[in-house]
């Protein structure tokens, strides 16, 4: 199972000087590739990578993404 130390968190460039939390992941929303942010659940048009500090798996983004009410039709091969 693969990890990451790296996550993108939502960025809005009009206020560079403020710092989210919200964790994104790619997400696929009526067709349409999007940013969704994890504990928002809204979609996010620009993101930041940033190192988190320690490994994060696939499942930790699915659990994460399940916890934030996201409606997942498939839970295979999400993130491919």
Not at 26 to 46: E, H
Not at 48 to 57: E, K, N, T
Request: proline share 6%; glycine share 8%.
């Amino acid at each position: 199972m693969p990890n990451t130390k790296k996550l993108l968190v939502a960025f809005d460039p009009t206020k560079p000087d403020i710092h989210s939390s919200d964790f994104l992941v790619p997400w696929n929303r009526a067709g349409q590739p999007v940013l969704l942010g994890l504990k928002s659940n809204q979609d996010c048009t620009y993101g930041l990578l940033v190192f988190v500090g320690r490994a994060v798996s696939e499942d930790d983004l699915l659990a994460k993404l399940v916890d934030s009410g996201t409606a997942i039709e498939n839970g295979d091969n999400i993130f491919r």
